[in-house]
Each structure stands twice: as structure tokens, then as C-alpha cells.
């Protein structure tokens, strides 16, 4: 029996917020739901118009019917159901079952696009809505025949179209989350910081969900929550609280009166220098530490893993700035970076105390409160932080503890190197950690998803986009102390990784593996990342296919970023209209030898053509601040251009040289400066330079980075000149650079020289040193090779250096 039919609907119930959340269109080939119900899935026809990977997978939010109704589907799938209509259709054609469905013509049955099956059509009525369709196309007519050049930018609208709504919606469902957070129990952990609640409203949607796997170690999100719970109570213990023998009402987190008046009393034990309240702390141990005082700010130097992470959340939920500290610094840049954050605290692994016995004496000097985190021999005035960690319970702590004054305030310190030499601590905001939560739903990845991390945690790409990246989806991450090539894809085969973030270098790696058979049937569908040429992209894709790569871009300091999200092989990004609405940014001309942006007679700044390498900006507002870094103003310095494009404005110079091609595509050009990038790291020039003007016997030197055939990024090659009478002591050499340089800084190629070449100002040369290379065939200077087997620079003779084009020297 037919249904009876529904009555038709105003057209003004359409903008109605009560009727557009409870309304529901039926799917078809062209017409997908705009509305689905709380909880539900996206129907077939949504992810074949959209692609997989379009939905996050992400709990909807109380508002979620509202944003739905934003999704491209309701906008396009729409305009695809209307390719066929009843008033063009000749009559004797059959419809089938579901095109009459998309079309909403069913026999008695109404719909948007027809008044009936069998119903007339008033000649007026199919006039109107004939030139309203016809409407759009003559508008467009004009663009296509006169302005035919758009063509290569119009043909991906539709990606720009979902990408643009993806991006809405993860920006609504983020601001739903703090909007959440903002009006929760401040004594509940709900009401903490964007770090703490996300992950006690995890532990409670997703209890035993894994979170973690590190090496036959699992974690589930109740437990990375009890583990942070214990660490923000050993740190408030060091603050002074006084939880009592049980954690303070048995652990169940509540509040108390006592519990309130602890952060006076800590401010109280800051001023009178007392000890530690935990009893055996460095403080006691050191005797000339300092005690910590509500948002201190502790230091991390520790490897990749969970305690890693668990201290670090424990941070955070007691209200204590993290600083995250490059493993491989030591002596002056490890100083200099403590120095920079205002450290007051310094958690280390015990594995890195051998190679820190130098330093100690300038750290206990420095007043630092020194743990250990982990047991062992520990010297004088270092204790073992995760055994005070384990003695406490795993209750909640309360969330105003936390809870900051102003997004926008500071939570983190990320090192950067910049083109004054020596790392920066960049100020990250309680802002970009909520943001980078959306990062991996930006990307298309779900809540079943396993991501694959083998990135450093003291990197912004491993800790902000990897973790707290997962953390916003809610899905599992199989963290890696240490990359193995060799290990990789059997990884990838046990714990049946379906996505992989990398920077270039890895997946260069990758592909120059042998073949194995566990290559083959992996499950990875997706690679995220940033820094991959496009000959190894080609590699990547052909030999572990099929998979799709995601190239990105972005700075730890930066308010921008690009994604790629259409796969375009080389590309880092696209700079649609759409794109550029949501998240702004310009290209601007610039002057290479000046080094500075090219400006018109009135003083602004000139956008570049397609084709032609432009100054990444982007504006500096409140919802894309910049932050700068830790230290004086002049640390910033360059890092904001004012009257860009009018009087007044603010614009974030990311230093970066980018070209846009005629498609719409942004792809990297170079870097502004004497920075360059080698095995995913920035070598700033002048930091290297210093460390080698501090032996006896060079008098100058002159640090550029050189291509190397089969390597990503530049590697480091100094120019030197000895001083009178001295000669070159290499052994002296690589001693001094490898106790004062990380590993990625060490200048790969020597060159000896009788002086350097100048400008006319007096200024090194640095590209034409660059582009003259290290052939030893071309060049009449001696020439020196590091030598990673030997430990030493060794004369680069024809051999050597045919041994390192064919990739059996390993630099």
C-alpha cells in the first residue's frame, strides 16, 4: 500500500534551526543526508561523493546536527541531484528506483525539486525554475570564455570545496570543546587546561581504548590518565601541597579546603626558600635549588617514550610550564637553552648522565632542581623522579589548577633554531595546543586509526601534531624511541598501522631498503608529513602503494600552515581562495640579495605572480597570534613585517621562499637567511660557526649548507681558514664538534682555504661557496670528509667521494 503523502514544507522552515536539525533528506547518487542523527554514520553516498577519510570519527558534539548541516554534501550533493529533472526528462524514459529517490518524486509523495510523480507542472512555475538553473551558468559563461586561465584552479573546487568544510567543522568542534571546558566544575578535571581535559574526557569516552604502544608496552586512555594524575601530584608536591599519607581524600581528587590554600602556601614556600615537600628532592640534595613556584617551568630532556608523556601531562594538569630540550644538546647550547625558558627544574634520563658529568656543576650552579627519571647510581643531589611519581595515588587533580587566565597564554617552550645562532625557546599557547587537535582530523584520519610515530617528542611534528594530534581524534599511536628502516614495516604488520607520519628523510630510508616481504602487506593507507622531495615521493608511492601522501608545512613559532590535501605529488599545499579565507596567508616579492620584502613606491608589499618564488606571510590576529619566544624582544627581530599590504597591519615573515604554480599549488622554493635543514633538523650557520672559532688554530670560518646527491635537505660544509703558525689539528677538530654540536649540526665536508671570499661589504659567500659543492675533481682546496664508521675527518680523495655518490659512504 502507497504511503500517504507528506504535506510540503514552507520554504521558510528551511531557515529554521529547530526544523533544519530534525530534517532528514533522503540519499541517492547525488543527494546525500544533511542532517544526520546524534551518534549515526556517513551514509555510503557522502563518502563516494567525498572520498574516505572525509569523516573524523570524532564523537559529534552537542551541536553537531547544526554543523552537519554545514557539510559540503548538503551544498554539492544537492547540486549533483539536480543533473536530472522531471521538466527536462522526456516522458517516455523510465526512472529508476533510486534516481526517483534523490529527486524526492515519489507517486502521492512530494519533494524539494517537484511537486509530484503524476502531478502537472503550472508553464509559469518550470519557467522560473529553468532560469534559475540556467542563472548560474550564464554567469559563468563570461569567466569561460574570456578568463580561461582560471580553468586549471576551477577543476579542483570540488577538493577546495570539502577541505574548506572539513576545515569549518573541525574549527566548530574545537570551540564546542572549549566552550565545554570553560563552563565545567572548575574542581573537576574537565575544567582544567585544553591538555587535561581532552585527555580525562578521553579516559572517560574511551577507557579502554589504547592510547599508547611502546615496544610490548600497552597503555589505554584511563591509564595515561591515572599515570598523569600521579605525576601532577608528585610535581604539586614539589610545589609545596601537602596531599597526606593517602593522596588527599583517598585520591578521588576532590578539593578540599587545605587543597586551596596550597597554591598561597607554595607562593609562601617560594619566598621563604623552602625544601621540597617530597623530602628526598634535589633541592636537599643540591642545597643551592631554588623551590618551585606555581607556573615554573621544568625542563624536559628526556627520549621519546611514556614517561615522556606522562610527565609531561602531569605538568600541565599542575599548572607547571614544560620545556622540551633537544636530546642531543650539551654544554653551552644545553645551558643557553635553560637559560632562555627561565628553567627552574630539569628532568633527565639516566642514560644521559655519563654524557652530562660536564655539565652538572653548571646546572647545580644554575640552581636547577635536577631529577632522574628512572632508578639507578645517581650522583649527589639527583633523585629518581618516577619512584616519587609511583609512591603517589591516581586520583583527578582540580581543574582550576590549570585552567589558564587567557588562551592565549603561554604553556610550552619548543626550541627552534633561527638565524641568530643558537636555539630559540618558541612560546606555545594554550590556543595551538587546542588547534593542533584537529590536526589529524584535518587530514581524514578516524578513531580506529593506528598512527605510526618514530618522530623526536621535543620536535613540534612529533609532540603537538603526533600526540596531541591523536589525543583530538581519540585514536592509538605506536610510539618509536628510535626510527628503524629495517624494523619498519614489520611494525607497521603486527600493530597493523594504518597511518605513518614522517619527515622526508624517513621515507628516503624506506625506499632504500632492500625489498622484504612485509613491505607487501601492510595496512598503511595514509603518510603525513612534511619535507619530502618529490623523486623519493614517486619511490615512496610506487614501491609501498598504493597510499596516499599528505604533505604539510608549518613552523613551531609560525600562525600558518599548508596541507596538501589533494595528493598533488611535490606540492606542500594549495592556495585556493577557500583555503585562504580560512586560514589566510600571502606571497610577497622579495629582494634575495637584500634580503628583504620588495615594496611599491607607496611602501607595500607586492603579491607574486604564478610561478614566481614569493616571502610566505600570514597575518598576525587573535585568533593566528604570534607568540615570539622566550628572552628579549630582539629574539623576534624580522619576524614581523608591519604595512604589508596598508597602513597598520601585522604580518608573520616565516622566512621561508615558496611558488605558487598557475593550479593553485604551493610548493617549496628555499629558506631566506643562513639556515638550512639536514636530516629533518634547521642548522643555523652561524651557531656552527661559533662553536669552531672557539679552537686556536682556525681564524675564520664560513659555514653554507651543500646538496648532496640521494640526501634530503643540505648538509653542513665549512669553509676554513687556519691562523698563522698554526696547522689543522683534525683530531682536536672532530673532538670539540662533536662534545659541542648535535649530531645533525656537525659540517659534513671541510674545505681549507687561504682566505675567504667577500663581498663587497665585507660579507661571507655563502651561495657561491654552496654552489661550487665539494667536488675534489673541480677544486683545488683540500678537501675533508666526516666519516660516521671511522669517527673522524678523513681527506676526501676521488675514491671517497665516488664511495659517497654511490651511497657506500655514510654521512
Not at 13 to 35: L, Y
Not at 257 to 272: L, V
Not at 320 to 340: I, N, Q
Not at 543 to 558: A, D, I, S
Request: aromatic residues 8%; glycine residues 12%.
Amino acid at each position: 500500500m502507497p504511503k500517504p503523502p507528506k504535506p510540503r514544507k514552507n520554504l521558510e522552515d528551511r531557515h529554521n534551526p529547530g526544523i533544519e536539525g530534525r530534517r532528514e533528506h533522503r540519499p541517492g547518487p547525488g543527494r546525500v543526508r544533511a542532517a544526520s542523527s546524534p551518534g549515526g554514520s556517513a551514509p555510503r553516498a557522502e563518502r563516494r561523493l567525498w572520498g574516505e577519510g572525509w569523516e573524523s570519527g570524532a564523537a559529534p558534539h552537542p551541536h553537531s546536527s547544526r554543523v552537519s548541516a554545514l557539510r559540503p554534501c548538503g551544498v554539492v550533493g544537492a547540486w549533483v541531484g539536480m543533473g536530472v529533472c522531471q521538466r527536462t526528462r522526456a516522458p517516455w524514459k523510465e526512472r529508476s528506483q533510486l534516481e526517483r529517490a534523490a529527486l524526492g518524486f515519489r507517486k502521492g509523495g512530494s519533494g524539494m525539486f517537484a511537486s509530484g510523480w503524476n502531478q502537472t507542472v503550472p508553464r509559469e512555475e518550470a519557467g522560473s525554475m529553468a532560469a534559475l538553473l540556467l542563472l548560474p551558468l550564464l554567469l559563468l559563461l563570461p569567466l569561460l570564455l574570456l578568463k580561461l586561465h582560471l580553468w586549471p584552479q576551477l577543476r579542483w573546487l570540488p577538493a577546495d570545496l570539502a577541505f574548506a568544510v572539513r576545515a569549518l567543522c573541525c574549527k566548530r568542534a574545537l570551540r564546542a570543546r572549549a566552550l565545554a571546558a570553560a563552563a565545567a566544575d572548575p574542581e573537576g578535571p574537565e575544567g582544567g587546561c585544553s591538555l587535561a581535559w581532552r585527555l580525562a574526557e578521553l579516559a572517560q569516552q574511551r577507557p579502554a581504548h589504547t592510547f599508547l604502544i611502546h615496544g610490548s608496552r600497552r597503555f589505554s586512555y584511563s591509564e595515561a590518565e591515572r599515570e598523569s594524575n600521579r605525576a601532577a601530584r608528585a610535581f604539586l608536591r614539589a610545589l609545596g601541597w601537602d596531599w597526606g599519607p593517602d593522596g588527599g581524600d583517598s585520591g578521588e581528587g576532590s578539593a578540599g579546603e587545605g587543597e586551596r590554600a596550597a597554591p598561597g602556601a607554595g607562593d609562601a614556600a617560594a619566598g621563604s626558600g623552602a625544601e621540597f615537600a617530597g623530602g628526598d628532592g634535589a633541592a636537599r640534595g643540591g642545597g643551592a635549588a631554588a623551590p618551585l613556584s606555581p607556573g615554573a617551568t621544568v625542563a624536559l630532556l628526556l627520549p621519546a617514550g611514556p614517561e615522556f608523556l606522562w610527565l609531561w601531562f602531569g605538568l600541565a594538569k599542575a599548572g607547571l610550564r614544560t620545556a622540551f630540550v633537544p636530546t642531543a644538546l650539551r654544554r653551552g647550547p644545553l645551558l643557553h637553552c635553560l637559560r632562555s625558558c627561565g628553567a627552574r627544574a630539569l628532568v633527565l634520563a639516566p642514560e644521559f648522565l655519563e654524557s652530562l658529568e660536564p655539565d652538572l656543576p653548571a646546572l647545580r650552579a644554575m640552581g636547577l632542581h635536577l631529577w632522574a627519571a628512572g632508578p639507578g647510581t645517581h650522583p649527589a643531589g639527583i633523585s629518581d623522579l618516577l619512584a616519587e611519581v609511583s609512591a603517589e595515588v591516581d586520583g583527578p587533580v582540580p581543574g582550576y589548577l590549570s585552567s589558564p587566565q587567557s588562551i592565549t597564554d603561554t604553556c610550552l617552550y619548543i626550541f627552534t633554531s633561527g638565524t641568530t645562532g643558537l636555539p630559540k625557546a618558541a612560546r606555545i599557547s594554550h590556543l595551538k595546543i587546542l588547534q593542533c587537535q584537529g590536526f589529524y582530523q584535518l587530514c581524514g584520519v578516524h578513531q580506529e586509526d593506528v598512527i605510526y610515530l618514530a618522530l623526536p617528542l621535543y620536535h613540534m611534528s612529533g609532540s603537538l601534531l603526533g600526540i596531541v594530534g591523536c589525543m583530538g581524534i581519540g585514536a592509538t599511536v605506536v610510539l618509536k624511541s628510535k626510527f628503524s628502516a629495517g624494523q619498519f614495516w614489520e611494525d607497521c604488520q603486527q600493530h597493523r598501522v594504518t597511518v605513518f607520519q614522517y619527515i622526508g628523510e624517513l621515507c628516503r630510508y624506506l625506499v632504500n631498503q632492500p625489498p622484504s616481504k612485509a613491505e607487501r602487506g601492510h595496512k598503511v593507507r595514509l603518510a603525513v608529513g612534511s619535507g619530502l622531495r618529490p623523486d623519493t615521493w614517486e619511490r615512496f608511492v610506487r614501491r609501498f602503494g598504493p597510499l596516499q601522501v599528505l604533505e604539510t608545512y608549518g613552523l613551531t613559532e609560525g600562525n600558518v600552515a599548508t596541507i596538501n590535501y589533494t595528493g598533488q605529488r611535490g606540492a606542500v599545499g594549495r592556495a585556493s581562495w577557500l583555503y585562504k579565507h580560512i586560514f589566510p596567508f600571502s606571497l610577497i616579492r622579495y629582494d634575495v640579495t637584500t634580503g628583504e620584502p620588495i615594496r611599491d613606491p607607496q611602501g607595500h608589499c607586492m603579491a607574486t605572480s604564478p610561478g614566481e618564488p614569493g616571502l610566505l606571510v600570514a597575518p598576525v590576529s587573535q585568533q593566528s597570534p604570534f607568540l615570539g619566544y622566550a628572552g628579549g624582544p630582539e629574539l623576534a627581530q624580522g619576524k614581523l613585517l608591519k604595512d604589508v599590504f596598508r597602513p597598520g597591519d601585522v604580518f608573520f615573515n616565516t622566512g621561508d621562499l615558496l611558488v605558487c604554480d598557475d593550479q593553485g599549488f604551493l610548493r617549496f622554493h628555499d629558506r631566506t637567511g643562513d639556515t638550512f635543514r639536514w636530516k629533518g633538523e634547521n642548522v643555523a650557520t652561524t651557531e656552527v660557526a661559533e662553536v669552531f672559532e672557539a679552537l686556536d688554530f682556525l681564524q675564520e670560518v664560513n659555514v653554507y649548507g651543500v646538496t648532496v646527491p640521494g640526501h634530503e635537505g643540505r648538509a653542513g660544509m665549512a669553509a676554513l681558514v687556519l691562523r698563522p703558525p698554526h696547522s689543522l689539528d683534525l683530531m682536536q677538530l672532530y673532538t670539540h664538534v662533536s662534545e659541542n654540536l648535535p649530531p645533525y649540526a656537525r659540517p659534513r665536508f671541510l674545505r681549507l682555504q687561504e682566505s675567504l671570499a667577500t663581498t663587497e661589504t665585507f660579507k661571507q659567500q655563502k651561495v657561491r661557496m654552496a654552489n661550487e659543492g665539494f667536488d675534489p675533481s673541480t677544486l683545488s682546496d683540500p678537501l675533508y670528509v666526516l666519516d660516521q664508521a671511522v669517527g673522524a675527518y678523513l681527506p676526501l680523495t676521488t675514491a671517497r667521494y665516488s664511495a659517497l655518490l654511490a651511497g657506500n659512504l655514510r654521512i
